[in-house]
């Protein structure tokens, strides 16, 4: 059946719309009894007001948008979530869409979501993504534009990002503990400031312990394609990596399976970290160590910075940086840590 209008209910009743939309806002001019009687017509048929129809008519939107790189993605699906929950909170309402990594289509959800007459946009963007256009639409158009995880550092406005740096320094610094020397790091595109500052965290984790960067340790590798290329030539290598760290779970789960595809023990032979600490962590033999990045607290953090800009309760001028703060949740993919003794 489909959805009564107020038309409907006017004609029904034999009032004028504009009758039957004051009633429903219980506008004096209307008397009490009229009031009741459209409000129990509109209950009894089960009328919802069409909020884009008032918010065109008072020049007022609750909506924000998002855009992510991927939906279907652990880290990204949790952030989406403290997202929703921080929004609905204080009565927002969320329009969601995803460049899934293509810098057109990213451009393209902007332009839908500027359309849509959104108060705010929180973005994590595309890895393919090197021109900045499109986000400075956003702020010409007066709409407050906040960036989370994947920050642009093209442009100036607010963000929300996670401690990459520490992360990776903590978890590299973990695996040089329990005895590991030749570790790889698998990043991404060096286009990104979080694939970056977990290179520099893994660089600065060999340095403070005297082992030397090698270069053939480091390769991008930032999806499960790209992991079936790289680890097995990486593990060719002599001395073959005792370790690998990870940009993100789903490439160290396949890590796992590669390494004892060909023979490795895990982790005995070979160490495998990754970085989110999603639910792979728990179905990979044996489970793996990852770096907590904490999703929820993400998305509820960015969400609440960006609807203090909109409501003008946050006061600071200039870029406001929140950081989310990591964890190592240490499984059975590592070596346990080793005494000084044995370490050396």
């Known amino acids: 059946m489909a959805q009564i209008t107020l038309k409907d209910i006017a004609k029904a009743l034999n009032l004028s719309p504009s009758t039957v939309s004051r009633a429903m806002r219980d506008h004096p001019a ?3 009894k009229t009031r009741k009687i459209v409000k129990d017509y509109a209950e009894a048929h ?10 065109l008519r008072t020049n007022k939107n609750n909506t ?3 855009i992510v790189p991927e939906i279907v993605h652990y880290f990204f699906s949790t952030v989406l979530d403290g997202i929703q929950q921080e929004t609905e909170s204080e009565g927002y309402n969320l329009l969601i869409s995803h460049s899934n990594e293509d810098y057109e289509r990213e451009v393209k959800c902007v332009e839908t979501l500027l359309d849509a007459r959104v108060c705010g946009i ?3 963007q595309s890895k393919t993504t090197v021109k900045y256009d499109h986000f400075q639409e956003i702020l010409d158009n007066n709409v407050h534009l906040l960036f989370f995880d994947r920050i642009c550092t093209g442009i100036n406005t607010d963000k929300v990002v996670v401690d990459d740096y520490a992360g990776a320094f903590t978890a590299v610094e973990y695996l040089i503990e329990s005895g590991c020397r030749n570790i790889a790091f698998l ?3 060096p286009s990104m400031p979080i694939s970056n500052n977990r290179r520099m965290g893994y660089e600065d984790a060999l340095r403070k312990h005297k082992i030397a960067i090698d270069k053939k340790l480091i390769e991008v590798c930032d999806t499960v394609e790209l992991a ?3 680890i ?5 290598l002599d001395p073959v990596p005792d370790a690998f760290f990870c940009i993100n779970d789903e490439v160290a789960a396949y890590c796992i399976q590669i390494a004892k595809s060909l023979g490795f023990m895990v982790p005995e032979e070979v160490s495998v970290c990754g970085f989110t600490n999603s639910y792979i962590t728990e179905v990979t033999y044996p489970r793996l160590t990852s770096v907590d990045q904490y999703g929820v607290e993400m998305g509820k953090v960015a969400a609440r910075l960006l609807i203090n800009r909109i409501e003008g309760r946050e006061k600071k001028e200039g870029v406001v940086s929140r950081v989310i703060k990591t964890e190592l949740v240490v499984k059975e993919s ?4 080793q005494s000084i003794a044995q370490r050396y």
Request: no cysteine; hydrophobic share 40%.
């Open 334 to 337: 590592t070596k346990p840590v």
């Open 228 to 230: 079936k290329k790289v």
């Open 232 to 236: 097995p030539e990486m593990l060719k």
């Open 46 to 55: 089960k009328y919802k007001p069409n909020r884009l129809a008032l918010q």
């Open 122 to 124: 929180l973005v994590s």
């Open 30 to 32: 209307i008397s009490k």
């Open 187 to 189: 990043g991404s595109v």
């Open 64 to 66: 924000i948008g998002v």
